[in-house]
């Protein structure tokens, strides 16, 4: 399929893709397919303004009713989930399979928010007053602003705005100045959507194109409640300082450094699919992407040169194309980062399996690599940095503790897994002295979280959850309600004020 057709099946407008000042290009082969008009930071202002306004209205429509909405936008997800995931791909690199999961974690989450739309439950509590009844609700928050990264371009606006919006928050998306057309093809399915609705306030679902200032203003402005925001680190703590100054809420979603330990009693054909699959998927481009192996003496032998031998096989190329596992690498400064991230790590002793260029004859201005495994005789520091590629670290360990303490040994804390079928050591991996992640699997790689469970990780992943279980209490304001039906006024903790 042609490039352009790609852009028009996902509801774009060609008259929209031209004479801007932002360029977008493909990672299959660096072309541009669009220069995007980008909005100046008047237009952002009056984004804000609307909605504001937005805010006022959206509140008081009841809850289940905003669920209504989010059901529709899941519906025309739906309709449009080829169009929209081969869009991902085109603009991301990922492979079509990849994309099209991506919308399908959309559509998880709609439908997932509109069951919420409808548990937005708070608690009753015993009051130790006479006469008196205690409870807790949950009200909007105001407007929420969201900002992405250019790796899950769509599926993370999703798990923040249909929770945002069945919980009464108007949305403004900041989508990375990497992938804004899916973001502004995610706004046409949306607004088909809100057309369906009929009496939704203008302004509730807007998107911002431009770059990082932009973002920036999001997070200054006292008129954007919360900010859930989701790339680097780096990011992450300028938008955390923003939002602390103003005492707005955030929540973030930052770099991780994902392991994996694989004990002596694994499944080792499990482990190795998981293995690839984790470490090569996204071309090593997911928050969640397996980057440090730590492999048990008995099985180290075995293990890694079967992971070599399958690594030399993998079919890399058009991620679009049938059968393609692995799609490019966004730009040449990712592919610079990983050469680096390669260098630095043979300095320190490690040995290298692939990570060569590939396919630059036929792309010249495209970024394709194979994945590189890199034996490591201990975690050093580039080891212990997010390299945003597909640079697998394999080392050592000889018993469990230290494995952990290896694994844990990390500025990050998203995601981790142990393959073991020795149930005290999952246990152990997944008790209070084991995994310091947000996630912890066993048997299960890393990567591909499923939409029911609160995502997110700590340390310098910044502490956010978003998605699944009680993640909606991060769009809402908590208040504590006391009512006294009695004829008496007695104070708390016994307290005695005669007047
Ligand atoms: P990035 O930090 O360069 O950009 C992310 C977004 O932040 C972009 O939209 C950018 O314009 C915006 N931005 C940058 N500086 C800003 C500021 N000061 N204020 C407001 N907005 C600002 O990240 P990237 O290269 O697009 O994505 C890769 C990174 O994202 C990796 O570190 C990856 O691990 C992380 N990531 C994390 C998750 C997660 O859920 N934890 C998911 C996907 C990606």
């Not at 998880?108 to 409808?118: H, L, T």
């Not at 973001?183 to 203008?202: C, E, K, N």
Request: glycine share 12%; hydrophobic share 40%; with cysteine.
């Amino acid at each position: 399929m042609s490039h352009a057709s790609v852009l028009e099946a996902a509801g774009l407008d060609p008259n929209d893709l031209s004479g801007g000042t932002l360029s977008v290009s493909t990672p299959i082969d660096g072309n541009e397919i669009a220069s995007l008009k980008e909005h100046t930071q008047d237009q952002v202002a009056a984004m804000i303004d609307r909605a504001g306004t937005a805010f006022e209205a959206w509140r008081q429509v009841p809850a289940p009713r905003r669920g209504e909405l989010v059901r529709l936008i899941g519906d025309e997800l739906r309709a449009n989930k080829q169009q929209l995931g081969e869009l991902v791909s085109l603009e991301c690199g990922k492979i079509l399979q990849e994309g099209l999961g991506e919308v399908q974690e959309m559509i998880d989450i709609c439908d997932f928010a509109v069951g919420v739309s409808r548990q937005l439950y708070g608690l009753t509590i015993a009051s130790e007053r006479p006469g008196h009844a205690m409870r807790e609700t949950w009200h909007p928050l105001g407007v929420c602003g969201v900002v992405t990264a250019f790796n899950f371009p769509v599926a993370p606006w999703c798990w923040n705005s249909a929770l945002a919006l069945v919980c009464g928050d108007p949305v403004i998306w900041k989508p990375s100045e990497k992938a804004p057309l899916t973001a502004l093809a995610t706004q046409v399915i949306v607004d088909r959507a809100v057309a369906r609705f009929g009496d939704a306030p203008d302004g509730l679902s807007q998107v911002v194109i431009g770059g990082a200032d932009l973002g920036r203003m999001l997070s200054a402005s006292p008129d954007v409640a919360i900010v859930s925001a989701t790339g680097s680190t780096r990011m992450g703590n300028a938008v955390g300082q923003a939002l602390a100054a103003r005492f707005g809420r955030c929540i973030l979603e930052l770099g991780g450094n994902n392991g994996m330990i694989v004990a002596p009693s694994a499944d080792l054909e499990m482990a190795i699919r998981a293995i690839v699959f984790s470490a090569v998927g996204t071309a090593g481009q997911r928050c969640t992407s397996l980057r440090r192996l730590i492999v048990h003496d008995d099985v180290y032998d075995e293990l890694v040169p079967r992971l070599v031998a399958v690594y030399a096989g993998l079919p890399i190329g058009d991620p679009l194309a049938d059968g393609i596992l692995v799609g490019p690498l966004i730009d040449g400064p990712a592919h610079q980062g990983m050469q680096e991230a390669l260098k630095r790590a043979e300095a320190d002793g490690g040995l290298v399996h692939g990570g060569e260029r590939i396919l630059a004859a036929e792309h010249p201005d495209a970024f394709y690599v194979n994945p590189a495994i890199v034996e490591m005789p201990s975690q050093t520091e580039i080891v212990r940095e997010e390299t945003f590629a597909p640079i697998l670290y394999v080392m050592r360990y000889s018993d469990l503790d230290g494995a952990i303490a290896i694994h844990n040994d990390v500025p990050q804390g998203l995601s981790s897994c142990i393959f073991s079928t020795d149930v005290r050591e999952t246990e152990q991996f997944l008790s209070g002295v084991g995994s310091d992640c947000g996630i912890a699997n066993v048997n299960i790689g890393p990567s591909g979280a499923e939409i029911g469970g609160a995502f997110g990780g700590e340390k310098d992943t910044g502490g956010g959850r978003e998605s699944g279980s009680d993640a909606w209490k991060g769009y809402m304001r908590r208040q504590t309600n006391t009512v006294n039906y009695s004829r008496d006024l007695p104070l708390a903790q016994g307290i005695t004020f005669e007047i």
